[in-house]
């Protein structure tokens, strides 16, 4: 039974920065794709940014430039930097995963039902 553990969600106002984690054993040093996902309140699930298994990168046109995904693989811990944080913006985040062969993430990027792994969310909240 595997289990993704996340926290640094926080009220901030626009502008600031947060960073997000994700503990979870072998997943950064191992045949995995990662992501991170966000659902507001009344609104569909949708993909932030992803990091395959050899460190390549996807993000969402409306965080590029701005955040920020990357992986400790001593530490086996995810990370989300947000930076230039706006209202919109607000949402619980989640991290996951999925165990492919290649270590590749779905195609194509952000199938949140290809994800087979969960964390429980953290909320992010950004005040104007």
């Known amino acids: 039974q595997v289990q993704l553990v996340e926290s640094g969600g926080d009220s901030v106002q626009a502008g600031g920065s947060l960073r997000l984690s994700c503990a979870g054993s072998?997943?950064?040093?191992?045949?995995?794709?990662m992501g991170w996902f966000r659902q507001a309140p009344g609104k569909l699930r949708e993909g932030v940014a992803s990091?395959?298994?050899?460190?390549?990168?996807t993000y969402a046109d409306s965080v590029k430039g701005r955040f920020a995904i990357s992986k400790d693989n001593v530490k086996d811990v995810l990370y989300l930097q947000m930076n230039s944080l706006k209202p919109e913006d607000t949402a619980m985040y989640y991290c996951?995963?999925?165990?492919?062969?290649?270590?590749?993430?779905?195609?194509?990027?952000?199938?949140?039902?290809?994800?087979?792994?969960w964390g429980q969310g953290t909320q992010v909240t950004v005040s104007s």
């Open positions: 990091i395959d298994s050899t460190g390549r990168t």
């Open positions: 996951a995963a999925v165990w492919a062969l290649s270590g590749a993430c779905p195609r194509p990027e952000f199938t949140a039902n290809r994800y087979t792994y």
């Open positions: 072998g997943y950064t040093n191992s045949r995995f794709c």
